[in-house]
């Protein structure tokens, strides 16, 4: 079945680059677009961007743009987000999410991973 | 900036009907925006439940069920249970711009 399993917490400091991975399990990793979204302490979802894993092309939200990196790795069936010059506001749990192909929305999503940015 | 609207919240009782709905702040929600409904628990990752205005993803009862009301998306809990007590979000796809919104969510209290 499919699973997405994310990478461990983490603290950083205001200023630097948190990456978080994201494997994928139980389809062809090339044929789904993947979704990040996160969600502030006691607040909403927040959609980042979008990556499709075959080529690597991406699409981030306006608000993310300059500061956030998906990438692939087609060897491993792993994606990843990196965000950069961290602050305060940045802390929250980041999800990898599936995308349901031409449905145009996410159909599995990974469990989460708490970024924690702290001085 | 695009604002998807949600109720704050609803309260609805142990076998009775509740309908959330997701509008634009400046517009009309309709099937091309491809409207999809999450819930979520505390402390857990979102659940699919509502994915192209009303297909119900896989596993999910069908007392839960999405359409277009008026001018906004809709999802609507028939005969709803001590567990559906969550958080409830709709994602608008917005084009090839914008690309995805999330609303600003819906608590769902069952009491």
């Known amino acids: 079945q499919v699973q997405l399993v994310q990478s461990g917490a983490e603290v950083k400091k205001p200023g630097a680059s948190v990456k978080v991975s994201c494997e994928a399990f139980?389809?062809?990793?090339?044929?789904?677009?993947m979704h990040w979204v996160r969600q502030a302490p006691g607040q909403g979802l927040e959609w980042m961007g979008i990556i499709n894993p075959s080529g690597g092309s991406t699409s981030y939200a306006q608000k993310f743009q300059g500061r956030v990196t998906m990438t692939s790795d087609t060897s491993t069936s792993i994606v990843y987000m990196e965000l950069s010059s961290l602050r305060f506001e940045d802390t929250a749990v980041y999800y990898c999410?599936?995308?349901?192909?031409?449905?145009?929305?996410?159909?599995?999503w990974g469990q989460g991973t708490l970024v924690t940015v702290s001085s | 900036q695009t604002v998807v609207t949600q109720e704050p919240s609803f309260s609805v009782s142990p076998g009775g009907t509740v309908t959330l709905t997701c509008g634009l702040r400046s517009g009309s929600v309709s099937s091309s925006y491809y409207p999809s409904w999450y819930q979520q628990t505390p402390g857990q990752a979102p659940r699919t439940l509502i994915y192209s205005t009303n297909t119900r993803s896989s596993g999910v009862p069908d007392r839960f069920s999405g359409s277009i009301l008026g001018n906004k998306a809709a999802l609507t809990i028939t005969g709803a249970q001590a567990d559906d007590e969550s958080d409830y979000y709709c994602v608008l796809y917005m084009g090839s711009g914008i690309h995805y919104v999330f609303g600003t969510g819906t608590k769902v209290t069952v009491l």
């Open positions: 999410a599936r995308s349901g192909g031409g449905s145009m929305s996410i159909d599995y």
């Open positions: 139980g389809y062809t990793f090339t044929s789904n677009y």
